[in-house]
C-alpha cells in the first residue's frame, strides 16, 4: 500500500510516494505556476524547417515548442503565420525545447480520449482477451458517428463496471466539444486547457487500491485534493488527511530531505554491499553495477547472479524516485552462464512492469549490456531540483 505525501520545499510543491515505508517517488512542481505538460494552446506557426521535417510552433510570449510534422494527420500543409491548437506532450529538457502535437489526450482515471489517432486500445498491462473484446465492442459503439477520435482503456478500467468507464468517456467527449468550439472564438496563445497539477494527477493515475492515505501539511492542497476527490474519486475520499503537528514537520516525519539527497546522489548502496553508479548523460542515462563490499560465501556465479538481482529491484526503484527516461544502458556484472542472463532480463521485466510510466525491457547486447527505454513524461527530479 501507498501513501501519498504533498507538502512545499522552498517555492515548490513536493509531492512523494511512500511504499511500505520508503520513498518510491519524489517530484517538485513550481508552487506558483504548472509546469505545461498537458496544457492545450493555440499556438502559431513561428517557421517550417522542411529539412528536419519540423515546426516551430509559438504557444506563448517567449515560448516554443517542437512539432514534428510526422505527426501531422491533418491533410493542409503548415505555413509560417498559421494559428493551430497543440497540446503540450513533453516538458522542456535542459536545452530542448517543449514538444508538441496536434494529436490531442484527455486523461482519465479509466481511459484516455485520443484526438487524431481513431481505434481503441487497451493498456499492456490488461491481459484478459474476453474482457477487451467486449468492452471493445461498446466502445466502438460509443464512438460511432465522430470523426479523428479513438479511446485508451487504461489498467484501472478492470476495476470498476464498463459503465463507469463508458461515462468516463462520454464526459471527455464532452470536454472535447467544449474546447472545440471554444477554440473557434479564442485569440492565439490562449491556453484552452490545462492540465492537473502533478500532485492530483498522482492520486488519478494511482492504481485502484493501491492508495492508503493522501496527507498534506497544507490547507490549500488540503482544499483542492479532497474537492477533486469529492468529484472523480470518492471512494478515495476518506483517505485524505491534513497533517497539522507543528513540533514534527511532515517533510521530517518521513525523511524526505534524506530521500532527496539520496535521489540525487550518484552512488546507490545495495543491501548486499553492491553497489550501482548511476549517471544521467544528455543522450541516455547509465547505470553501473559493482560487487562493491559483497562478501557472500558461495561461488562466484552465484555471488554474482544475486547482486544482480538485487540490483535489478534497485534500478526499478530508482528509475521511477528519480524520473529517468529516454534510453537507460544498464552494466550489470559480466554472467556466464546463458540461463542467468535470461532470469536476469526476466526479473527485470517483471520489475519495470509495475511502473505507471511506460518502460520496456528491450534486450541484452553482446557487451552484456541491457537496454531499457522509459517513455519521457515531466522532467528528471535533477533537473526539478
Known amino acids: 500500500m501507498d501513501k501519498l505525501v504533498v507538502t512545499r520545499r ?4 513536493c ?6 515505508g520508503k520513498v518510491s517517488q519524489l517530484m517538485l512542481e513550481p508552487d506558483t505556476a504548472d509546469s505545461l505538460l498537458g496544457n492545450i494552446y493555440i499556438g502559431k506557426v513561428q517557421k517550417v524547417v522542411s529539412n528536419i521535417n519540423a515546426a516551430f510552433i509559438d504557444i506563448g510570449p517567449g515560448c516554443t515548442g517542437y512539432y514534428s510534422l510526422q505527426e501531422r494527420w491533418k491533410p493542409e ?8 491548437v497543440v497540446q503540450v506532450s513533453k516538458d522542456a529538457v535542459k536545452t530542448k525545447a517543449p ?3 496536434e494529436r490531442l489526450s484527455f486523461t482519465g482515471r479509466y481511459c484516455v480520449l485520443t484526438v487524431g489517432k481513431t481505434g481503441i486500445g487497451f493498456s499492456a498491462k490488461i491481459r484478459d482477451a474476453s474482457y477487451k473484446a467486449r468492452l471493445h465492442s461498446l466502445l466502438e459503439c460509443d464512438l460511432a458517428g465522430t470523426e479523428d477520435l479513438g479511446v485508451i482503456v487504461r489498467t484501472n478500467a478492470v476495476t470498476v463496471e464498463d459503465r463507469i468507464v463508458r461515462e468516463e468517456l462520454a464526459e471527455l467527449m464532452g470536454t472535447w466539444q467544449r474546447l472545440s468550439a471554444d477554440a473557434a472564438c479564442r485569440v492565439c496563445y490562449s491556453c484552452l486547457y490545462r492540465a492537473l497539477p502533478g500532485y492530483i494527477a498522482a492520486i488519478r493515475d494511482s492504481f485502484c487500491g493501491t492508495l492508503e492515505e ?12 479532497g474537492a477533486y476527490l469529492e468529484m472523480y474519486q470518492k471512494e478515495d475520499a476518506d483517505r485524505l488527511t491534513l497533517y497539522e503537528d507543528s513540533l ?7 525523511s524526505l530531505e534524506t530521500a532527496f539527497e539520496k535521489a540525487l546522489g550518484k552512488n546507490v548502496w545495495l543491501k548486499s554491499g553492491g553497489y550501482l553508479v548511476i549517471e544521467p548523460t544528455e543522450a541516455m542515462t547509465v547505470i553501473d553495477v559493482n560487487t562493491g563490499k559483497y562478501s557472500g560465501r558461495k561461488n562466484m556465479q552465484d555471488t554474482i547472479c544475486r547482486i544482480n538481482m538485487e540490483a535489478a529491484d534497485e534500478i526499478g526503484r530508482q528509475l521511477r524516485l528519480r524520473n ?21 532480463l526476466a526479473h527485470l521485466g517483471d520489475v519495470v512492469s509495475k511502473d505507471p510510466v511506460k518502460t520496456t525491457v528491450v534486450d541484452m547486447t553482446a557487451l552484456n549490456l541491457v537496454e ?3 517513455k519521457k513524461m515531466r522532467r528528471p527530479l535533477h533537473e526539478q531540483v
Not at 332 to 343: L, V, Y
Open 77 to 84: 500543409r503548415l505555413k509560417t503565420g498559421d494559428e493551430l
Open 324 to 344: 529517468l527516461s529516454g534510453i537507460i544502458i544498464v552494466d550489470f556484472i559480466d554472467m556466464e552462464r546463458e540461463e542467468d542472463r535470461k532470469a536476469l
Open 214 to 225: 493522501i496527507i498534506t501539511d497544507v490547507p490549500e492542497y488540503h482544499r483542492e485534493l
Open 99 to 101: 514538444v508538441v502535437t
Open 10 to 13: 522552498g517555492d515548490k510543491v
Open 248 to 254: 514534527l514537520p511532515l517533510s521530517k516525519l518521513y
Open 372 to 374: 531499457l527505454t522509459r
Open 15 to 20: 509531492t512523494a510516494v511512500v511504499s511500505d
